[in-house]
């Protein structure tokens, strides 16, 4: 270690054995900006054995030495920490990124403070460099921001000694539309993250206490003038050896567009339903106790809205008989809803009314329930009857009827259910019509086979394929279901000769 000026050797080494052991690195600069002396920990942090490796003056310590900010910006010659302090500057926490000449990435992170050892006169005897390595707090602050600036969930860092922010992830940027620039350095007051929440004054208080903020529904402001629902919750945290607080962030604008259109389309739903002009229930899919009726329910069967409301159908007997009620209710339940069932219906005045009944289960207010709608077809029932009887009464003994009339008539006087077609001739082959025509005769297969010269297995195969196509299930029904679209019998120009 040189002599300073103005210094003696037994200052000198009294000095050096002061500073020697200490963790922090000390760098003694002469005021010719001569460096003078380096303790070991100095030395460590700059990858150096000795102070010439140092370099012998400021300006040698810059050509071995890169510095810069931790913002990436170069620190310039003239503005190194050694130049400061040759100036007289005294200054504290000064964040530099150290690397050797001819290396490109930083290899220490250093906070360096200044001291100025003067003597009686005031006189600047000696100058310190007062260095700490900060290489591993960097690196936690780094992958912290790293963390940070990553994680999707939306994110403010506010200081608590000034209550303002000083971070903002692209979450938060990307959820409310700021720039960093519109964040960063506004005050918790001017940008309120709890703004019209019902937990605002607690949420304050704990900010101020440095605790644990609790989660809260809250309007955040946006840039342009409109707000976001949000839940916010905040988290003490230290930044260096800052308090900070974490505020999180979960969007809410997405929940609140959908029970916006929920309540708008179940609006909708119950004008629409109200307003109807054909009969409607709204049931439960449990119990199916009825929750509402619609006007045309209540006209058409003459109840009113608190005799059925909170009841069942089987307690108001809602339809003839039990039996289509549980029919009804079951195939509701194994398949979700049903089309055109035809039923009927009773009023309170126990007249029957044929209606045509469709059902489909739907959400309401969350809850699972059963929409019935009816379709009154007494008077088209009526009608149709008297039409089908009228002209059977004309037609009872003309023979050249068409078959296809009525076929036609058959399926007026029983039409299917779910508003399918019912078989017609034209789907039997042939041979099939000519079998069948026989089985209206009431033979049995033996007597067929013998009429066609056929096996009787041959004849026992068509009845079946019959029976398929028409849907029936024994000779009964082939037999009444040939006559009523005329069949009572083979077409006399096809009957065979007997074999005898």
Known sequence: MKDAPGVGAVERRQLQQIIAGLDEGVILIDPDQTIAWANEAALRMHGVSSVEDLGPSVEGYRDRFRLRYRNNHTVEDGAYPADRVVAGEIFADVIVEVSRAGTEEPEWVHRVRSLVLTDADGVPECLVLVVTDATDEMQAVDRFEQSFNANPAPALICRISDLRYIRANQ????????????????????????????????????????????????????????????????????????????????????????????????EKFAKTFRLAPVPMKITTLDGFRIIDVNDAFLKETGWSAEEVIGRSPAEIELWDAAATRRK???????????????AKLKTKSDSILDCLVSAETVTIGGETCVLDVFQDITRRKTSETELVDAIEAVMSDTKWFSRSVMEKLANMRS??????????????????????????????????????????????????????????????????????????????????????
């Open 328 to 342: 009804l209710e079951k195939e509701l339940v194994e398949t979700g809803g049903f089309r055109g069932y035809e």
């Open 415 to 500: 039409p299917q259910p779910d508003g399918r077609t019912k078989a017609g001739l034209s789907d039997l082959t042939e041979k099939e019509r000519e079998v069948l025509g026989y089985v209206s005769l009431g033979l049995d297969d033996a007597a067929i086979a013998d009429r066609l010269c056929l096996a009787k297995s041959t004849i026992r195969n068509h009845v079946a394929r019959i029976y398929r196509k028409i849907a029936v299930h024994k000779r009964s029904e082939a037999i009444v279901w040939a006559r009523e679209r005329g069949i009572d019998g083979p077409d006399k120009e096809r009957r065979p000769k007997s074999r005898s």
């Open 171 to 266: 979450g938060f940027l990307d959820m409310t539309g700021y720039s960093r620039e519109n964040i960063i350095g506004r005050s918790v007051y001017d940008l309120d993250v709890m703004e019209a929440s019902e937990k605002r004054d607690l949420g304050k208080q704990r900010l101020a206490d440095w605790a644990t903020v609790p989660q809260m529904e809250a309007c955040l402001q946006l840039p342009e003038g409109e707000t976001k629902l949000v839940i916010v919750a905040g988290q003490p945290i230290e930044i260096g050896e800052e308090k900070c607080m974490l505020f999180t962030f979960a969007d809410l604008e997405p929940r609140r567009k959908a029970e916006s259109a929920l309540r708008n389309s179940e």
